[in-house]
């Protein structure tokens, strides 16, 4: 079965870095896009930015261009999120999603389908 | 960008009713890549709909989704006491803000 398991919780002081794993089972590694979700306390979902874990290509959301950073190791079917510069604002869960993509009878569809169980990175002095 | 207006924000119903989100897009967006999630406390947002109407696997069938262009609907028909939980629509990278379904 699909699994997607995180890193542990992370306490960080404001302006350190913080990298959360993601380490995938269950399906071919690299046939799936892996995005990367935050949820700030009490709050909503807000989409970070995506890997391709064939090629490593990335695609990141405007908000953290500059300060994010995704990598892969297909040796271990791990994806890798890197936030630097942090601030108190990036407390939050942090989440990897599999990039699903069905197509039937010419239609493609995309959604996240299997998600990680969240990994809370707390930024405090 | 397109933003993504759910409302309400919170829908309060006792189990057996029906309950009808609403997700609504500034523009008009493509219904392949609408999809809605629930999520319970301390949980990951689980899948239930993609391409606006179809229920992801395993999903009971008392989820529904409909919609198209600027305006979609997610129908639970009749509420079991594990629905009470926040739903999000989601238009390819964006998420509606939830509705909180609440136990009246």
């Known amino acids: 079965q699909v699994q997607l398991v995180q890193s542990g919780a992370e306490v960080k002081k404001p302006g350190a870095s913080v990298k959360v794993s993601c380490k995938a089972s269950?399906?071919?590694?690299?046939?799936?896009?892996m995005h990367w979700v935050r949820q700030a306390p009490g709050q909503g979902l807000e989409w970070m930015g995506i890997?391709?874990?064939?090629?490593?290509?990335?695609s990141y959301a405007q908000k953290f261009q500059g300060r994010v950073t995704m990598t892969r190791d297909t040796s271990t079917s791990t994806v890798y999120m890197e936030l630097s510069s942090l601030r108190s604002e990036d407390t939050a869960v942090y989440y990897c999603a599999r990039g699903a993509r069905y197509c039937t009878n010419g239609v493609c569809y995309r959604a996240f389908d299997y998600w990680g169980q969240g990994t809370l990175v707390t930024v405090s002095s | 960008e397109i933003v993504m207006t759910q409302s309400p924000a919170t829908l309060s119903l006792s189990p057996g009713e029906r309950a009808t989100l609403s997700c609504r897009a500034s523009?008009?967006?493509?219904?392949?890549?609408l999809s809605w999630y629930q999520q319970k406390p301390g949980q990951a947002p689980r899948l239930l709909i993609y391409?606006?109407?179809t229920r992801a696997t395993g999903i009971p069938a008392r989820f529904s989704g409909s919609g198209s262009g600027t305006d979609f609907t997610l129908t639970i028909s009749s509420l079991q006491p594990e629905d009470f939980a926040v739903y999000y629509c989601q238009q390819d990278y964006t998420f509606g803000q939830g509705t909180k379904l609440e136990i009246k």
């Open positions: 269950g399906y071919t590694f690299t046939s799936y896009y």
């Open positions: 523009q008009s967006v493509s219904s392949s890549y």
């Open positions: 391409g606006a109407s």
């Open positions: 890997i391709n874990p064939s090629g490593g290509s990335t």
